[in-house]
């Protein structure tokens, strides 16, 4: 399959009263067309910042791009692009859903008008033929009742239903990309599992590539093709679904599976926890940055940071345990050694 | 022993325009002394608000809660206050619920103060007892709560409950807001905490997995209602009503062949609004198994099994 979407070292710093933030710091990877991508990552790892970033939706006063970083869609470099030639590619060829879908919607906007407000501006629509359009989407993202419902504000929608609003506007002009940033965090279980049947189901149907953003390795499992695995700003491990969760490498992903309880983990017996927070990225670790809190740390590791092991074509991971020269170490997720 | 016991107990809300918002509708469950009992449900199924109502935090419509042997609701504020003592409350959200301009051990010490329990520097002693209790520094004891994750923020939130030595502690969901990473953490803190102090626990949560490690018993609600209660164990894997069973069904599985294998029973529409509850049973809208007895009446929590009682037509049928 072809890469619609190639990010090459992108480094992304916040300048604040208190100093640099190096929120993202040398992020590479690809999207193929058709592909769902998942991006796993606890708060502050650049999950977000890294997502927002391919459609140039930082703000410019703050945000420092590095010099070098390139987000290459279908060949052209959208760090360079200019502000109008953005706006044709914001929401007609890559566009996004927030993880609050009560804030990402204009309160004083019927949601039909917000839907068909980018099929009138990217595809020249009437407004007649855009609410026909409106009300085809609203259909598609199972809403009861379109008709009735294409004239409601969204106060009038419980979360789910917003969300699905948020991914009917996203799919409205049939984007070549969509980027869903933790679109089911702020909602119920049963939500959830609805929400991401509809984006799974949607992403086959109209053939868009997807990268999900997200915390939670459990959703992912069933839909994602492939998954990268982000701390402090780094990518710490790439590969497709199963090499992450059947022979995952690296300690923070063994962290994060082993965080889950399972079924037949012993009742209030001690979970597996990680210890201490993820670095301060004002002042980055000179060596890996998960070092600290790392049960398999080892010298090498304070002093120098990992390169990328690539283990198959589609595996990667950023760890010393993977030096020909480091000891043995069991993974504890196959029970093998290294 | 029974430490608590809640008995029909209803919370209606008045929005306004002769509307009436039944958000706790007729819930009975008792909690024994040193046991976790984990309460969840769909964001509006009022776990939240009976947590509270059980704290008299809401005034109770109806119906009555019984603390060791006093009734909370009709009791004389001298008793509540005693009542207060004993009873406390972890909050969901540790960004809101810590005052931004009190010091962390201003904050903790609070209920120390409000009952004149320690003073000088045995207030401090206890501040620093309690911040060592929840894994922070002592020197923690003198800044401001945005000097801290969210996480931290969550065990000063927790010291500031123990700190009047409660024997009961309502956990509204205590760890929703925070990492995955880091919600094993405070897991583990309530656990140790609950063995070393003999504590009880009314552990309201969404994240069904987590509610199954730290629960002796789990209650599921829906809509102001109670629908089953049962050993957790039990409950995870014999679920009797058609709503655990879906609720059960929707926690994402960490494991990519089983989740692309099991197909699970998907859930259609979403939950009603309290303030127009479909009449008799409240899922039978969104129920697959849905009779005509379930739109007339709503079916009581029966025993189905020892301990294990469930509210759904379904099992007069057999």
């Known amino acids: 399959m072809e890469k619609i979407l190639e990010v090459r070292d992108l480094g992304i710093s916040f300048h604040t009263y208190a100093g640099e933030v190096e929120a993202v710091r040398g992020v590479s990877f690809y999207l193929k067309r058709g592909e769902l991508l998942a991006v796993v990552g606890e708060s502050g790892c650049g999950k977000t910042v890294t997502s927002k970033s391919i459609m140039k939706l930082l703000p410019d006063s703050t945000v420092e791009i590095k010099k070098g970083s390139e987000v290459r869609f279908e060949g052209r470099d959208i760090i360079k692009l200019g502000e109008r030639e953005l706006e044709k590619v914001r929401g007609k060829e890559i566009s996004m859903i927030f993880q609050d879908p009560m804030t990402s919607l204009n309160p004083t906007m019927k949601i039909g008008d917000q839907i068909g407000e980018s099929l009138m501006i990217h595809k020249k629509l009437s407004r007649r033929e855009a609410r026909k359009k409106t009300l085809e989407m609203l259909a598609m993202v199972n809403i009861p009742d379109p008709e009735e419902r ?4 969204p106060h009038e929608f419980s979360g789910g239903m917003r969300q699905r609003v948020m991914i009917a506007i996203a799919l409205s002009c049939e984007p070549k990309i969509l980027i869903a940033d933790e679109p089911t965090t702020a909602l119920d279980v049963t939500i959830q599992a609805q929400i991401m049947k509809l984006i799974k189901n949607l992403q086959k149907k109209m053939g868009t590539s997807v990268i999900l953003v997200t915390h939670d390795l459990g959703v992912v499992a069933g839909s994602a093709d492939r998954v990268q695995v982000m701390y402090a700003g780094k990518v710490v491990e790439r590969g497709t679904t199963d090499e992450i969760y059947y022979n995952p490498k690296h300690p923070y992903t063994w962290a994060l599976l082993k965080s889950v309880p399972g079924a037949g983990s012993q009742k209030k017996s001690e979970l ?33 940071e990992p390169e990328e092991t690539v283990s198959s074509g589609t595996h990667g991971v950023r760890c010393w345990l993977q030096h020909p020269m480091s000891p043995e170490v069991k993974n504890p997720i196959t029970g093998g050694v290294r | 022993m029974r430490i608590l016991e809640v008995k029909n107990l209803k919370k209606h809300f008045f929005p306004g325009g002769g509307e009436v918002l039944k958000a706790v509708d007729g819930v009975s469950f008792h909690i024994d002394k040193g046991e976790t009992l984990g309460l969840v449900g769909e964001s509006g199924c009022g776990k939240t608000t009976t947590g509270r109502t059980i704290l008299n935090l809401h005034e109770i419509t109806e119906g009555r809660v019984i603390f060791d042997g006093i009734d909370v609701g009709a009791s004389r504020r001298g008793v509540r206050r005693e009542l207060k003592k004993r009873m406390q409350i972890i909050f969901q959200d540790p960004y809101a619920s810590l005052n931004p301009r009190m010091t962390v051990g201003d904050i903790i010490a609070e209920g120390i103060d409000i009952h004149r329990m320690y003073r000088g520097i045995k207030r401090q002693e206890r501040v620093r007892e ?3 209790l929840v894994g922070l520094n002592r020197e923690h004891a003198g800044r401001f709560p945005h000097e801290f994750s969210g996480g931290q923020r969550q065990r000063i939130g927790i010291a500031r409950a123990l700190a009047i030595e409660p024997e009961f502690i309502v956990c509204d969901e205590p760890i929703s807001a925070l990492d995955v990473s880091i919600q094993a953490q405070i897991v583990n803190l309530l656990i140790k905490l609950q063995k070393e102090l003999g504590l009880t626990y009314l552990f309201i949560a969404h994240d069904l997995s987590m509610v199954r490690h730290i629960s002796d018993r789990v209650g599921v609600m829906y809509l102001g209602r109670l629908v089953e209660v049962a050993e957790s164990e039990e409950l995870y894997e014999k679920p009797n009503h058609p709503y655990t069973q879906v609720l059960l069904g929707s926690i994402p599985v960490p494991d990519p062949k089983t989740a692309r294998e099991h197909e699970n029973i998907e859930i259609t529409g979403e939950i009603p609004s309290s303030l127009c509850p479909p009449s008799g049973c409240p899922f039978r809208t969104r129920c697959r198994y849905a009779m005509e007895i379930c739109s007339v009446q709503n079916p009581p929590l029966k025993e189905v099994t020892k301990g294990h009682y469930s509210a759904c037509h379904l099992n007069d049928k057999k």
């Open chain 1, 150 to 153: 294409i004239d409601s504000y």
């Open chain 1, 272 to 304: 597996y926890s990680l210890k201490g927070t993820p670095p301060d990225l004002m002042n980055p670790p000179k060596g890996c940055p998960f070092a600290a809190r790392c049960d398999y740390c080892m010298s090498v590791c304070i002093e120098r």
């Open chain 2, 130 to 132: 309690l911040l060592d």
